[in-house]
């Protein structure tokens, strides 16, 4: 069971706009969230992290927002940038892990 | 450099052979995890190590699949008799502390590309 999903495989937005990339998780007892983005032939690289007893986490132009009742997580890009075209990941963790619970990513691709 | 390390980058072996991945973190970091990401997926968890001992192997798909950590610094997958199934990039994470409260990230490595023929 896909506990961490992202049903949006690919995005593309115009550079200027603003980027949403949405995530979606079934397990309550997560209680941070992280987003992850990858370039080819590199590993993930944090980006912004949120915990579970606040609903914003602002960062530049990077906006984390969390709805707990809709057990969803959403990240804002603004203004997005060409550079920004890579696959983000969304992760979840736990109180009593600390193991990261990936979802399948999203291809982000910022044209000109 | 300052980040985590892999090697090898790539890899090929044959169906039945023996390999070892090797990984080094980030100087310090005392947390150490295993991943792997399959083609089209997130990546997946294996184990995690809280200084030298496996404090979660969980996600080892079975017994072919032995990581070590000796010293408390570097890492060593090792995966007996690889199959076809075993193709993935193999990636390595380094985090200062596990553990609440104050969460730090994991830094990860550029992977290895295991080819099993």
């Known amino acids: 069971d896909q506990q961490v999903k992202q049903n949006s495989p690919s995005l593309s937005v115009q550079e200027g706009r603003i980027s949403i990339l949405n995530c979606d998780y079934t397990n309550s007892m997560f209680d941070y969230f992280l987003w992850y983005k990858k370039y080819p032939a590199e590993g993930p690289t944090f980006l912004i992290s949120?915990?579970?007893?606040?609903d914003k986490n602002e960062d530049g132009r990077f906006t984390v927002f969390l709805n707990k009742s809709a057990k969803h997580l959403s990240l804002h890009i603004v203004p997005s940038q060409p550079g920004d075209s890579a696959v983000y990941f969304c992760?979840?963790?736990?109180?009593?892990?600390?193991?990261?619970?990936f979802g399948t990513g999203t291809r982000l691709q910022v044209f000109p | 450099g300052a980040g985590v390390s892999q090697t090898p980058s790539n890899k090929v072996t044959e169906k039945g052979k023996y390999v070892e991945l090797r990984c080094d973190p980030i100087s310090g970091h005392t947390a150490l995890y295993w991943y792997r990401q399959s083609l089209g997926q997130g990546p997946e968890f294996l184990i995690y190590f809280q200084g030298t001992g496996a404090a979660d192997d969980s996600g080892l798909p079975n017994d072919r699949f032995f990581a070590v950590r000796p010293e408390g610094s570097v890492s060593t997958l090792k995966i007996q008799r690889t199959e076809r199934g075993d193709s993935a990039v193999y990636l390595c994470?380094?985090?200062?502390?596990?553990?609440?409260?104050?969460?730090?990230?994991?830094?990860f490595g550029p992977g290895t590309r295991l080819t099993v023929l």
């Open positions: 992760a979840a963790s736990g109180e009593s892990t600390d193991k990261l619970i």
């Open positions: 949120i915990s579970s007893i606040k």
């Open positions: 994470a380094s985090r200062l502390a596990g553990g609440p409260p104050t969460y730090n990230e994991q830094f």
